[in-house]
């Protein structure tokens, strides 16, 4: 029997109290009004009402793993391995329903890694009820991943007439599957489609089109914006094929499903004595049509990154390129010219007996950061501010999404000391952790550097962007002057770091501006 | 001794959980429900107990006179937002003889004596109350520490008063410079509001904004102690908040102007 329509209580409006509210000016008739409805302008606000039915309603998820604090919070040290626990004093949220959430809100990729029957396809499934299909349908229009998956099996087949008449390939009719243009794609257990078809998927992912007999057929929904959901049992390259690497890069965000909290049973109790699925039961209000979809990616794209969080994310991402003994030239010391030159970037890393390992970020991984991981990390950092109802980016938002986003991308070097030895050992494997810690001491860096205050070579990048106009030969060649102290002050400091690396390489990329300046006026004059 | 934020005008209240009747004209029980969502049970419970009374005390009223009792309770009870409207209320019912006394005076919590001489006293002073007028009086304990219901994790360490009436800024701290906070403190004699400020980590659109901020703040805190002397309206002095282990205590000025 179904028990009333406890599924449909949506969490009242604001479901974030802005904290200035408290202070305004209100009259007697505003104790009469009902409070405002969700309107289509207050998408953020719908979002939010949709995360809170989703954990409170649809998956039972008592994890608040994502904090957010405005000062201290409480902390509880558990144990005798260092565990704590931290009681987040602001709205704290649960990642494996709000990283799914945020991809469906931005038109991303998330893969789902976790143990059978920890509800990832019922997460994606939710989201493309979100998106307006009926639950029937999206339940249809799942891929499942199996050994024997062709490429036809996953986007159709030639009409049968077709092949025996069409004097060309251009007169083959393709049968096209219509899980390819719905906007929420499921595709479960992806690390059990062989790699062909794994490839045909590469293209759909990545181009946002399918092709079969020269055929072409776009993947993009009515609202233009679409989101893929995978799943997979392991994350660590198991699984009936091994993933190729370039469709795990397309994965914008990877998040693990939780366990169950049995002290939640008797929900548990309660939906096997209903007998109902959640994704049938998802209130209407709840639903985003095309126009909503589209709208609340624009708006979540538009949320500005001050300069202060970019210089933060510029510092963070400068760790990881560099390494002292990748290469000759300096330009090609690199984790990449070892990586692509055949090396082992770990043992490059070690043999580096220069630089402190303990301070050196960049040689905790033995990759680095990928353009695309980074417009990811832009990406999600901005939906996780506009979730919250934030104008602009914060740090927090940004540190909130980052491990999500890096996961599976930027690779812990198993040889470091780090991993190998020592307190930190857990951290080889809990990937999450480790990169909100590699984060939060790159913040703690930056700020011990000085940065925040005073950061020479911003102010030379600044300078030079204001223009050369009325630049005398005079002034730039005392720019050259101060560029080329700048690196002669790095210089002797003796120990270089991956943050020296795109300061010092800046640093050359304006000397040659300036140089190739004053020789035009020289030409000139 | 363990100090729970008050409002002195309230110490002695005793609440009836006065019945709201169902009105044609408006719906009483949304208002306090609306009071209970903003300003928490306690208030509610407060509002429920003047307005159900002003309502007894005029049952034929229309739907003026219950926004203006509705208005009055809603201040009554702590919603301090509501002042500025419930005040201009009171005015115009005073001088307009309509709503009559007595529902006013219920809506307040005062006897019918007492209305008019606390409008009086309102405009000089968001704090003014009959009978509560000595010097260095206790008004309202504020704060108080986290595990025992109040919003503090550290003590306040320091007091300044804010750029409006009735307004303070209170800093807290435990030790290390990053767990310093500062609280706007909104007071009047019947309710408060303390927001924590945000310390927005991305301080402003760059980093030489968020230094100069830094700075300014630093300037500001320098001469602070735990003593602050606020205005009570635009200029007249009127208040003083000061620090009490883990609360602030609201107090008027020793010597009046």
Redesign the interface.
């Known amino acids: 029997m179904a028990q009333g329509n406890r599924w449909n209580k949506v969490s009242a409006s604001p479901t974030r109290t802005a904290a200035t509210a408290l202070g305004e000016e209100l009259t007697a008739e505003d104790l009469f009004t009902e409070a405002p409805a969700v309107t289509d302008t207050a998408l953020d606000e719908k979002l939010r009402q949709a995360y809170f039915w989703l954990v409170n309603r649809a998956v039972i998820s008592p994890f608040y793993d994502v904090e957010f604090s405005t000062g201290s919070p409480v902390t509880f040290t558990l144990g005798d391995a260092g565990a704590e626990l931290h009681l987040p004093t602001d709205q704290s949220y649960s990642s494996n329903v709000l990283l799914p959430l945020l991809t469906f809100a931005v038109g991303g990729k998330c893969l789902l890694v976790g143990g059978p029957g920890r509800g990832k396809t019922t997460l994606a499934i939710l989201m493309g009820v979100l998106a307006g299909s009926s639950a029937r349908d999206v339940r249809r229009n799942v891929q499942q991943g199996q050994p024997q998956i062709t490429v036809s099996d996953l986007v159709g087949m030639p009409l049968p007439r077709d092949l025996v008449t069409a004097g060309s390939l251009a007169e083959i009719e393709i049968a096209w599957r219509g899980w390819l243009t719905e906007p929420v794609k499921i595709i479960d257990e992806y690390n059990r489609i062989p790699t062909k078809t794994q490839s045909a998927l590469l293209t759909m992912v990545a181009e946002g089109y399918v092709e079969s007999h020269d055929q072409m057929r776009s993947t993009s929904p009515e609202s233009g914006v679409e989101s893929w959901f995978f799943t997979a049992n392991d994350d660590a390259g198991g699984g009936t094929f091994p993933v190729i690497q370039a469709l795990r890069d397309r994965m914008d965000v990877t998040v693990a499903a939780q366990g169950f909290n049995n002290r939640f049973f008797d929900e548990l109790v309660a939906r096997v004595e209903a007998g109902e699925r959640p994704e049938d039961h998802l209130p209407a209000e709840l639903v985003f049509d095309a126009d909503e979809q589209r709208l609340l990616e624009a708006a979540i794209r538009a949320v500005p990154l001050p300069g202060a969080v970019r210089r933060q994310l510029e510092f963070f991402a400068g760790h990881f390129e560099f390494v002292q003994q990748g290469g000759r030239r300096f330009e090609y010391r690199t984790k990449d010219t070892v990586r692509t030159g055949g090396g082992e970037v770990a043992e490059v890393i070690e043999a580096n007996s220069g630089a402190d390992l303990q301070v050196d970020l960049g040689s905790q991984t033995s990759n680095s950061l990928s353009v695309r991981s980074l417009q990811t990390l832009i990406r999600y950092a901005k939906a996780m501010a506009y979730f919250r109802g934030r104008a602009v980016v914060g740090l927090d938002d940004l540190a909130a999404v980052l491990p999500f986003a890096l996961r599976g991308k930027l690779l812990p070097n198993e040889l470091h000391p780090r991993f190998d030895v020592g307190a930190d050992r857990e951290l080889a494997t809990d990937s999450i952790s480790w990169l909100a810690d590699l984060f939060a001491e790159s913040r703690r860096q930056f700020t011990a550097l000085g940065l925040d205050g005073h950061d020479p070579v911003s102010e030379a990048l600044d300078l030079f962007n204001q223009g050369l106009e009325d630049v005398t030969s005079a002034q730039a060649a005392s720019r050259l002057t101060a560029i080329e102290s700048l690196i002669a002050g790095i210089a002797k400091q003796g120990k270089l770091y991956g943050r020296h690396f795109d300061d010092l390489l800046a640093l050359k990329y304006l000397h040659q501006r300036y140089t190739n300046y004053v020789s035009w006026l020289g030409y000139g004059g | 001794m363990t100090h729970r934020p008050l409002h002195l005008v309230n110490s002695e209240l005793v609440l009836t959980d006065e019945p709201l009747p169902a009105t044609p004209a408006?719906?009483l029980a949304?208002?306090a429900t609306?009071?209970d969502?903003?300003h928490g049970a306690a208030a509610g419970a407060r509002y429920r107990h003047f307005l159900g009374r002003a309502v007894a005390a005029a049952p034929a009223a229309g739907r003026d006179d219950l926004?203006?009792y509705?208005?009055l309770a809603?201040w009554r009870s702590g919603?301090l937002?509501?002042r500025?409207?419930?005040l201009r209320?009171l005015e115009v019912a005073l001088a307009e003889q309509t709503p009559a006394l007595p529902a006013l005076a219920a809506a307040l919590g005062l006897g019918e004596g007492g209305v008019a001489p606390f409008a009086e006293m309102q405009r000089a002073s968001r704090f003014g109350w009959p009978g509560r007028h000595a010097p260095g009086e206790l008004l309202a304990v504020i704060g108080g520490f986290?595990g025992l219901f109040g919003p503090w994790?550290?003590p306040p360490v320091a007091v300044l008063p804010g750029e409006r009436p009735g307004t303070f800024v209170i800093r807290t701290h435990?030790g290390g410079a990053?767990?310093a906070?500062e609280w706007?403190l909104?007071v009047d004699v019947f309710g408060h509001?303390l927001?924590?400020l945000?310390?927005?980590?991305?301080?402003?659109?760059?980093?030489a904004a968020?230094?100069e901020a830094a700075d300014a703040s630093a300037a500001r805190w320098a001469g602070a102690g735990d003593t602050a002397a606020g205005t009570a309206e635009a200029g007249a002095d009127g208040a003083v908040l000061c620090i009490h282990a883990y609360t602030a205590q609201v107090r008027l000025p020793e010597s009046p102007e």
């Open positions: 408006v719906d949304l208002s609306r009071i969502d903003r926004l203006t509705a208005g809603a919603a937002g509501f500025t409207d419930a209320r986290r994790l550290a435990a990053s767990t906070e706007l909104t509001t927001v924590l945000a310390a927005d980590e991305t301080g402003g659109p760059d980093a968020a230094a």
